[in-house]
T-cell receptor, first 115, second 116 residues
Framework: KAGVTQTPRYLIKTRGQQVTLSCSPI?????VSWYQQTPGQGLQFLFE???????NKGNFPGRFSGRQFSNSRSEMNVSTLELGDSALYLC??????????????FGPGTRLLVL | AQKVTQAQTEISVVEKEDVTLDCVYE???????LFWYKQPPSGELVFLIR??????QNEISGRYSWNFQKSTSSFNFTITASQVVDSAVYFC?????????????FGKGTKLTVNP
């Protein structure tokens, strides 16, 4: 079974631009979560989607948004990019998103560099 | 609030040494789950283990073992006879059960370097 895939793997943008990252969960998984990883802040939760609905959101500004499609694929968008948005963005999927015991499986991440 | 502390920022050992990575957590939940992930240089987080708060049995998987002590809120990870391939950043994470959140709270990670 294929793992979580994320595209693109690397991205370079300039300040003020916007960017869209894509995540395809493991087949059959319906919950998708996004995390931002930076050297200073570590791994921080962005948001989680289940059945096309955002269920939870972390403490990030409104410039960060996302959505989930009917096939469980998810996208996250960052508008008006800032230098501090440079990070590794990780997507994780889990089966049904209803069990706290469920394991989240992570994709390889998208490394975003904002110049 | 939930919090995970990995006090060891970096550890360096020589191959075949045993090494223990510490993890201390804080939560008010009575039911919660603890995880360990490995992040090699490629960046992908690789799941290693999941443990629920009611199961304090230690677990061993090959060269890996985990010691969960609820009394000290610790969930430590030991690698026996370390190998160069074990070099990675290791993250401990916590998920509580309040509010229906899927959110994982991560520690800052411990970078392990195993030298030949």
């Amino acid at each position: 079974k294929a793992g979580v895939t994320q595209t693109p793997r690397y991205l370079i943008k300039t300040r003020g631009q916007q960017v869209t990252l894509s995540c395809s969960p493991i087949s059959g998984h319906r919950s998708v979560s996004w995390y931002q990883q930076t050297p200073g802040q570590g791994l921080q939760f962005l948001f989680e989607y289940f059945s096309e609905t955002q269920r939870n959101k972390g403490n990030f500004p409104g410039r960060f948004s996302g959505r989930q499609f009917s096939n469980s694929r998810s996208e996250m968008n960052v508008s008006t990019l800032e230098l501090g948005d440079s990070a590794l963005y990780l997507c994780a999927s889990s089966l049904a998103g209803t069990g706290y015991q469920e394991t989240q499986y992570f994709g390889p991440g998208t490394r975003l560099l904002v110049l | 609030a939930q919090k995970v502390t990995q006090a060891q920022t970096e550890i360096s050992v020589v191959e075949k040494e045993d090494v223990t990575l510490d993890c201390v957590y804080e939560t008010r939940d009575t039911t919660y789950y603890l995880f360990w992930y490995k992040q090699p240089p490629s960046g992908e987080l690789v799941f290693l283990i999941r443990r629920n708060s009611f199961d304090e049995q230690n677990e061993i998987s090959g060269r890996y073992s985990w010691n969960f002590q609820k009394s000290t809120s610790s969930f430590n990870f030991t690698i026996t006879a370390s190998q160069v391939v074990d070099s990675a950043v290791y993250f401990c994470a916590l998920r509580g059960t309040q509010g229906g959140s899927e959110k994982l709270v991560f520690g800052k990670g411990t970078k392990l370097t195993v030298n030949p």
